[in-house]
């Protein structure tokens, strides 16, 4: 896996668009991104994955651009409860041998009233 | 996505001795994953258990201290034996449910060792 670089830690306040950026300059050509969210005391949960441009669900956006070396999970008007830790993976999700997750440090985001 | 129950919650454990984790996936899955996060740190995978085989462990994990069994397709358990201080940690097990690297995750499992 790509390795990936993200900011320990970032502060917001509620009602603001917070976006988190990583950075995975060695990306292959077949390799997927994927985000993570951690409560305290849960396990992670998908929140998003994306190969070029945007990608957008009911949770966040996630925006690539052209070249793939750095990726933005976009929390649009965040709230006291999306404080946690989050986790951007990279990957190749069509390499049937390459099934394990590697996860980095992850950047914790405390949302402040 | 699939449900996992995980058990138990929490424990505390003496030394020297041994905890079986449960982890209980409400579909059938390929395969499970087991992964152990120290306090204040991220995941690490442990070893990944497929039905049928023996389970497949990580640099760093051994069969003897974290044996793992796969009975079925919807069950799996995780035994932290002969434990140490070391050990707690929080353990989750997670299956693979949204594509690849769409893993879904148990709450997990926080052992305390004293």
Known sequence: LAKTTQPISMDSYEGQEVNITCSHNNIATNDYITWYQQFPSQGPRFIIQGYKT???????????????????????????????????????????????????????????? | SAVISQKPSRDICQRGTSLTIQCQVDSQVTMMFWYRQQ????????????????????????????????????????????????????????VETQGRYGYTFGSGTRLTVV
Request: glycine share 6%.
């Open chain 1, 54 to 113: 945007k990608v957008t669900n009911e949770v966040a956006s996630l925006f690539i651009p052209a070249d793939r070396k750095s990726s933005t999970l976009s929390l649009p008007r965040v709230s006291l409860s999306d404080t946690a830790v989050y986790y951007c993976l990279v990957g190749d999700i069509e390499d049937g041998s390459n099934y394990k997750l590697t996860f980095g440090k992850g950047t914790l985001l405390t949302v402040n009233p």
């Open chain 2, 39 to 94: 306090p204040g740190q991220s995941l690490t995978l442990i070893a990944t258990a497929n039905q049928g085989s023996e389970a497949t462990y990580e640099s760093g994990f051994v069969i003897d201290k974290f044996p793992i069994s796969r009975p079925n397709l919807t069950f799996s358990t995780l035994t932290v034996s002969n434990m140490s201080p070391e050990d707690s940690s929080i353990y989750l097990c997670s």
